[in-house]
């Protein structure tokens, strides 16, 4: 191709970003202009071709900061020519000697030293120019259709053949990295990266996204649960593991010294799963508080002074609350890490207090409110209440309360009813104030207990519980055994979930018919208490 061809053909892959993408400039331009080598090559003619594309605009002068950049994209392509090696041919597949060690530090430090706006563009070249020989592999797609005929040796023979060849040339990079001093928690942070690029829609990349597949394949076999070491954490433990622990703490936030020393003292137990291959490092750590019954607010575990130096009494131990559960690593997103936890903790704890047989969680609810608020937007339906509690029909916004709710609310708040009584209570969800209000908390339980059990129970993203935390423990075989009222009356558990949590009950004998009747058929194994909140939802809703 012509320098002149270059030169037009950049400049209309310049006017397109120019039309479309004008708040995402910067160095994303360098993409289109990186797939005209030559002209990259040749940062004058690049400058031309900026010049032909922006003229004397606005954007002129952040497209040319593109193109000045010419220097740090020519390295991140050396740096990827040098690190990653050609796919050795699949008749020396197992010949070919590894590259070296030296090669896997280069890149590691190199891919370091870059800001965040850089490694997109490094990880889309990466991504794109070194994944799967996309025509290779559809030579061999065409050849295994013509030995289907074929005697069936030969017929393997051609599958094993294609299946190597689906193997991205990136691979055989990150398993090298693997093998280095620091280099599992290199590719943990790494993937954790390209989560963060993908799900920002940084990057609408389809090479990424199958390299965040490949990332995950891979740590899911470098952390399958036999590779896993089960620690508890004490008192004694390290100061630096107390100290993360602390920091990683995502649930119930620690306060303080003394607030770390009663998690991890007397009825208390603290377990994390971690790696040899990141020493010191919790991968997921999973709180327990052990009672004499299953507990029905956060406030006695967390606030609980007498425990601190307490002597444990076994007879007075009866149930394990597994009250938080946080992973520590973003990197590790879809690795199965909890579920493992806690069957293993609940092995561990039976071995110490054999006669205990209640297992449960106190969960949170995160997302209840904001679906609730969502329940209650502008854009619902809103008709006056009729004779009949909760008036209305066809799922109005005034049928989510009663009628003596609505006017609970709306002597409370000293306003009429319909549209000014809804505006009233999305206001008193969002402040909180309800809470400090007797009447108003006394009015409000009973609809918010219904409304919280329908969100937990029937609101469902392709078939499975919307909330993460029930869908978590839904999947583990748990079931939705109790919501507690109250349960949680900081200013984050009234914002996030209306003070209301959930236990989710292990019954070890059932918890493997459940996880397959949840997984297979979506039905969400509940109890008594839960239904009937349901029912009571269904029927105040007309559903």
């Not at 004490?234 to 703490?249: D, G, H, R, V």
């Amino acid at each position: 191709m012509s320098v002149a061809a270059h030169t037009r053909l950049t400049g209309l892959f310049l006017c397109r970003s120019r039309l479309s993408k004008c708040a995402m400039i910067s160095l994303y331009l360098v993409r289109p202009l990186r797939r005209c080598s030559s002209v990259w090559r040749h940062p004058a003619l690049a400058e031309l071709a900026c010049k032909f594309a922006v003229g004397n605009s606005q954007t002129s002068s952040r497209l040319c900061f593109s193109t000045i950049s010419h220097g740090l994209v020519r390295n991140m392509d050396e740096i990827l020519r040098k690190t990653v090696a050609p796919l050795p041919s699949y008749e020396t597949r197992d010949k070919f000697p590894p590259p070296p060690e030296s090669h896997s530090v280069e890149f590691m430090n190199f891919y370091r030293s870059l800001e965040m706006e850089q490694r997109v563009e490094f990880l889309e070249i990466l991504s794109e120019e070194y994944g799967v020989d996309h025509k290779g592999v559809s030579e061999l797609a065409g050849k295994l259709l013509e030995t289907q005929l074929r005697d069936v040796a030969t017929i393997l023979q051609v599958e094993d053949r294609l299946r190597y060849s689906l193997t991205p040339r990136y691979r055989h990079l990150l398993s090298h990295i693997s093998r280095i001093g620091g280099g599992v928690k290199f590719l943990v942070d790494f993937r954790a990266d390209v989560i963060q690029i993908t799900s920002s829609k940084a990057s609408d990349s389809p090479h990424l996204r199958d390299l965040n597949g490949t990332l995950k394949g891979l740590l899911s076999e470098w952390f399958s649960v036999g590779l896993l070491r089960l620690e508890r954490i004490t008192w004694q433990s390290p100061c630096a593991i107390l100290q993360k622990i602390s920091q990683y703490e995502a649930v119930h936030p620690v306060r303080n010294w003394m607030d770390i020393q009663r998690r991890v003292g007397p009825y208390r137990r603290c377990y994390a799963f971690t790696h040899a291959s990141m020493p010191g490092e919790p991968l997921v750590v999973l709180h327990v508080a052990l009672t004499e019954e299953i507990s029905n607010n956060i406030q006695s575990i967390v606030r609980d002074l007498a425990t601190v130096d307490a002597e444990e009494d076994a007879s007075k131990i009866h149930a394990a609350i597994f009250y938080s559960i946080s992973s520590t690593q973003p990197g590790l997103q879809g690795v199965d890490l909890g579920n493992y936890l806690i069957k293993r903790v609940v092995r561990e704890l039976q071995s110490e207090f054999p006669h205990m047989s209640q297992f449960s969680s106190l969960s949170p609810i995160p997302g209840f409110t904001s679906w609730l608020q969502g329940s209650l937007g502008p854009s619902r339906k809103v008709e006056g209440r009729g004779g009949g509690g909760g008036g209305g029909g066809g799922g109005g916004v005034t049928e989510l309360l009663s009628e003596f709710e609505w006017r609970e609310v709306e002597e409370a708040a000293g306003v009429g009813p319909g549209p000014p009584a809804v505006e009233a209570l999305r206001r008193l969800l969002a402040s909180g104030d309800w809470s400090r209000s007797e009447r108003l908390t006394r009015a409000l339980e009973p609809a918010l207990m219904r409304l919280c059990a329908w969100y937990l129970y029937g609101e469902k993203r392709r078939g499975y519980a919307i909330n993460p935390v029930a869908n978590f423990h839904l999947q583990n075989g748990a079931t939705m055994w109790r919501l507690n009222w109250q349960a949680d009356t900081s200013p984050r558990g009234v914002a996030n979930s209306c003070g209301i949590m959930v236990n989710y009950r292990y019954f070890l004998s059932e918890t493997a018919a459940n996880s397959a009747t949840y997984l297979q058929s979506k039905t969400v194994s509940a109890s008594d208490q839960v239904l009937a909140l349901v029912a009571q939802f269904q029927q105040n809703s007309k559903l």
